[in-house]
């Protein structure tokens, strides 16, 4: 997979991708990082990315003409050629501008990326980008919270770093995108083959549980019981009842639409009751 990176500035992403499992993924060739520089698509004296807004009002715009270029230097057409000409293609390039007005990016936006064979991100900064990049170029504008940030770099970085760790091979254990917060729901897990199916602790879009290591007392809190004793269905089960209560204190939005066992509701059920 590749990502492409539109920025007026590069510099931001030199050393941001230089550790742990993303520096490996690229240095393993898993992954691949183009990062372009908007300035080098200005063609005054002063290398102009961005203008005044039309019809007033506070700051700057980054100007369609130097991203137009830049997508065009990238081999990207706007989208209705492009939609044309791929499609009997499998996987076209998706074109995404970061935005705090688009739709919120999350783990499941992440997986639909990772199946990906390229995805080029547009990075705004000032005000924005002038609206006819979107309109024209832009397959999808993302967010990644509800709040505005002084540029798109950063979320472009958390794009790449959410998605490309769901590319096979990048992770350690291939399957332990699936086990973690949002993981896949439980019927697209495969059986552990250990007498105990996997799904009693595959996520289904619940959040993680809580993880413990030594030293096996701390701060006067000693690690729960049921994690010492070797009794992995326990350990599943207790595992899951955690997520359970973590995914109801702090979102129970997303229970809403998580992957529940009759046994789940049961729990939650019996946990709802304990706060009454
Ligand atoms: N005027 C814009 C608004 O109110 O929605 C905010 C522009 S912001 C100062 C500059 C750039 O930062 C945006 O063009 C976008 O690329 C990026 N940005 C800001 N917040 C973001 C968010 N929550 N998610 C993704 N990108 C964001």
Not at 71 to 86: C, D, F, T, V, W
Not at 228 to 252: C, F, M, S, V, Y
Request: proline share 5%; net charge negative; hydrophobic share 40%.
């Amino acid at each position: 997979m590749r990502f492409e990176i539109i920025t007026i500035f590069p510099e931001f992403f030199t050393s941001i991708f230089e550790n742990g499992i993303l520096r490996r993924a690229l240095a393993e060739g898993l992954v691949s990082m183009g990062v372009h520089d908007l300035r080098a698509f200005t063609h005054d004296r002063h290398r102009t990315v961005d203008d005044r807004p039309f019809g007033g009002g506070e700051g700057m715009v980054l100007k369609p003409e130097p991203l137009a270029e830049a997508l065009a230097s990238l081999g990207i057409e706007p989208k209705a050629q492009r939609l044309a000409s791929n499609a009997a293609q499998a996987g076209p390039p998706q074109v995404v501008l970061l935005s705090a007005q688009g739709r919120p990016f999350t783990q499941a936006m992440a997986r639909e990326l990772a199946a990906t064979e390229r995805v080029v991100l547009i990075c705004g900064r000032y005000e924005g980008v002038d609206e006819r990049v979107n309109e024209l170029y832009c397959d999808m504008e993302l967010s990644i919270g509800d709040y505005v940030l002084s540029g798109g770099e950063l979320a472009a970085a958390v794009v790449v770093d959410a998605t490309m760790r769901l590319l096979p091979g990048v992770l350690g254990n291939e399957a332990s995108g699936d086990f973690e917060s949002f993981g896949v729901a439980d019927a697209e897990i495969a059986d552990a083959g250990d007498g105990v199916p996997r799904s009693q602790h595959g996520a289904g879009g619940l959040l993680d549980y809580p993880h413990y290591t030594r030293p096996a007392e701390f701060g006067g809190l000693r690690v729960p019981e049921t994690l010492l004793n070797g009794d992995h269905a326990g350990i599943r089960r207790w595992r899951r009842e955690q997520q359970l209560r973590k995914t109801l204190a702090n979102r129970p939005d997303l229970l809403e639409g998580a992957a529940l066992s009759k046994e789940d509701r049961k729990l939650l059920e019996a946990i709802r009751g304990e706060a009454e």
